[in-house]
């Protein structure tokens, strides 16, 4: 069966495309409902294969949520909310890491098998995200604790280099114990290390929508300034409201650009280095 059809003029300039993010780097938050769809996650990983094999340097921060819900599920626990965010007790944990270790272990034997120099990172020894426990302010301000939660505070992935690092959301506590990351916060904390030229996170949602039901009224650039505006008159809410914040942290660590695609649809990845433009959001400062 003949492929598609793609004229020498097409090619061309999309070479041009890809060879101006030549030697940058490149995070891409993998996860959410992007995870859940085999085809999604499929294109996902092929295109990190292209783009590496074209010489960017990317690298793979992934959660798993939905798949750690359902360990947990079959294990007869149930999820703890503290503060509307999920408490992290040891038997919580366990799960966490193992369903984390698995998952890392299978996108980095499948880009493998793409033909990529992948790296997978479920190791205390090598583990290269360092964190301590995440305390949230309550009332009276006394601390809420979140049991076994953390936030990044050092990076230790080497300068880019050509095998993808395949990076979970976790840290190694200063006490030398896992930690339960946010994954959108975890890429984050990776892009601002790097310096990263793009922080890409791949949701299950367009991007910001002016109109949360109407998914033509993506809202393709913002700076950081709009981007609080809409947050404070309620345009951006929900659980946008912290893939937004990410982004914001992303950019405020040091990387040039935050994008918000939809996971969902095959090679969404691949469009942003392929076309002037592409469908999702791009955060910039």
Same mark, same amino acid.
């Given at each position: 069966m003949a492929g598609p059809s793609v004229s020498a003029e097409a090619f061309a300039a999309a070479v041009e495309r890809v060879a101006a993010h030549h030697d940058k780097t490149v995070v891409v938050k993998l996860g959410g409902s992007a995870m859940e769809d085999p085809a999604a996650t499929d294109a996902c990983l092929k295109s990190v294969a292209i783009l590496n094999r074209l010489d960017l340097s990317v690298v793979l921060v992934h959660g798993g949520g939905k798949p750690i819900d359902r360990a947990m599920a079959d294990a007869g626990l149930t999820p703890k909310k503290v503060a509307g965010r999920r408490y992290t007790d040891d038997a919580t944990l366990e799960i966490v890491v193992r369903v984390l270790g698995e998952l890392n272990r299978g996108i980095a034997s499948r880009l493998t098998a793409l033909g990529v120099g992948a790296v997978a990172h479920? %190791? %205390?020894?090598? +583990? *290269? !995200?360092?964190?301590?426990? &995440? &305390? !949230?302010?309550?009332?009276? !301000?006394? *601390? @809420?604790? #979140?049991?076994? @939660?953390?936030?990044?505070?050092?990076?230790? &992935?080497p300068a880019p280099r050509k095998d993808v690092p395949v990076v979970p959301s976790l840290a190694l506590g200063t006490d030398g114990g896992w930690l339960n990351v946010n994954a959108d916060t975890a890429a984050s904390a990776v892009a601002g290390a790097l310096k990263a030229d793009k922080a890409i996170f791949l949701t299950d949602t367009p991007g910001v929508l002016r109109d949360r039901a109407n998914p033509a009224s993506l809202i393709p650039k913002l700076t950081e300034a709009e981007c609080r505006e809409l947050i404070a008159s309620g345009v951006i809410d929900g659980g946008m409201v912290p893939k937004v914040e990410a982004c914001f942290e992303a950019l405020e660590a040091g990387a040039n650009s935050a994008l918000i695609l939809d996971g969902?649809? *095959?090679?969404? #990845? !691949?469009? @942003? +280095? #392929?076309?002037?433009? +592409?469908?999702g959001t791009e955060i910039t400062r």
């Open positions: 479920t %190791a %205390a020894g090598t +583990f *290269p !995200l360092v964190g301590e426990r &995440l &305390l !949230l302010p309550g009332l009276d !301000l006394q *601390p @809420v604790d #979140l049991g076994r @939660v953390g936030r990044v505070i050092e990076v230790r &992935l969902r649809v *095959p090679y969404s #990845l !691949l469009d @942003v +280095f #392929l076309h002037d433009t +592409f469908t």
